[in-house]
């Protein structure tokens, strides 16, 4: 989502980003389609676009592609991609990216090798790696979030486990080991977790069909909700959590959006 809530970006197969102007909510549905929804196409990519991050603080977009580059973005700029980041050979195909709420000029990337490594957007390189490997080994990272106002990154895993991770350190002291804690939360792996800014908890989904709410005080589950039916061995694609109200919701592949009070 875009500044202002005016539009918003998608990223595809194409290996294109599209931004969407937000039409009137009070547009009939059955209107005809305007052609002037879609904004403009940023290009850029070699391969398929995996996710998108948005910055209201700094009018930047953050993109990780399977081409193995991260870019960054300002939408309104000619050429629009300001850098780009070359992270197949250090640390493979990324699979998402988050801007760091306590540090708007950095940013958090994980990849399908485990990694989780912290960028400097101002220096234009890496600033440190996380402990997202963990003992057993590296697994594919499906997500990463950060925390709105903790320095607290949180990843999720194909081993059915999230990492809650110290953003402020790489090799910390013992005191303050970077890999906080690792919890196994579902029986498939999990693709995707929310951080919930109107408190110390996070969401995260399954292909369970269910959506669990965990503490992050004492990192347990709270609360699960099973909210979608599997279809084709999938059940919740997306989760999001509003910025402000205690509500919740989820798109499944049973064609249903819900909200959850």
């Known amino acids: 989502m875009g500044s202002n809530s005016e539009c918003c970006y998608s990223g595809g ?3 294109r980003i599209h931004s969407w102007k937000i039409p009137d909510l009070n547009m009939d549905p059955y209107d005809g389609y ?3 929804v879609l904004s403009h196409v940023l290009e850029g990519h070699g391969d398929a676009v995996w996710g998108l991050a948005f910055s209201p603080a700094s009018q930047r977009l953050a993109s990780c592609s399977a081409d193995g580059t991260i870019r960054i973005w300002d939408p309104s700029s000619s050429p629009a991609c300001l850098c780009t980041f070359l992270t197949a050979s250090d640390h493979g195909i990324p699979t998402s990216v988050a801007f760091t709420s306590t540090e708007p000029a950095h940013i958090v990337a994980s990849f399908r090798s485990g990694d989780t490594v912290l960028y400097d957007l101002e220096a234009g390189s890496a600033l440190l790696s996380l402990e997202s490997r963990g003992s057993s080994g590296p697994t594919q ?5 950060s925390h709105p106002n903790q320095p607290l990154t949180i990843t999720a895993h194909d081993d059915r486990g999230i990492r809650f991770l110290d953003s402020r350190t790489g090799e910390a002291p013992p005191s303050r080991p970077p890999l906080t804690r690792k919890v196994t939360c579902h029986p498939p792996s999990v693709p995707s977790g929310k951080s ?3 408190g110390p908890s996070g969401l995260l989904r399954s292909h369970d069909c269910s959506l669990r709410l965990w503490s992050l005080d004492n990192k347990t589950c709270v609360q699960e909700i099973t909210a979608h039916r599997k ?3 999938e059940a919740i694609h997306a989760v999001a959590c509003h910025p402000s109200k205690a509500l919740i919701a989820s798109a499944g592949a049973d064609a249903l959006a819900k909200v959850f009070v």
Do not use: G, L, T, W
């Open 13 to 15: 197969a194409d290996a």
């Open 196 to 198: 919930v800014k109107s």
């Open 231 to 233: 279809k084709h061995e």
């Open 34 to 36: 305007d052609p002037s």
């Open 141 to 145: 990272i499906n997500q990463v979030v």
